[in-house]
């Protein structure tokens, strides 16, 4: 698929959870994020990818580059309690495992987490 389409798909998927925030939707709203993020993954590389393997390992390589500009994203991920990239990615993908009733959730942390998603995967994509 063209990289375009999958940017225009990261747009929207973003749009959507911002509303699905916004009227506490978390479950469908955390569903977008994860599909923010994998558009996000499959825009900036030739090859597109549907293994989470896979998406993770890039996901990981986006945030590192991100981390060498802006050196404050580890005391964030840290005060919102994640331990490292592989758990803020994990994080992520159990959002997408709620919205098949994979996993439980706490609301508040999930709706601060969601927002802060929102952030960084805007963030990535700049």
């Known amino acids: ?13 973003l749009e ?30 030739k090859l597109e990818t549907h293994e989470v393997s896979v998406k993770e390992s890039r996901f990981r390589g986006l945030v590192r ?3 060498q500009a802006n050196p404050d994203l580890r005391k964030k991920m840290r005060q919102l309690g994640f331990m490292d990239v ?3 990615f994990n994080s992520i993908f159990g959002l997408h495992k709620c919205f098949y009733g ?3 959730y706490n609301p508040r942390s999930v709706s ?3 927002e802060f998603f929102i952030q960084l995967i805007k963030e990535l994509s700049k």
């Open 1 to 13: 698929m063209p990289q375009t389409l999958y940017s225009q798909r990261l747009s929207e998927h």
């Open 16 to 45: 959507h959870a911002e509303s699905l925030l916004k009227s506490g939707d978390y479950v469908q709203a955390g569903e977008k994020v994860w599909g923010a993020l994998t558009a996000l993954v499959n825009s900036r590389f």
């Open 65 to 67: 580059t991100y981390e």
């Open 86 to 88: 592989g758990d803020l």
């Open 102 to 104: 994979g996993t439980a």
């Open 112 to 114: 601060v987490n969601i």
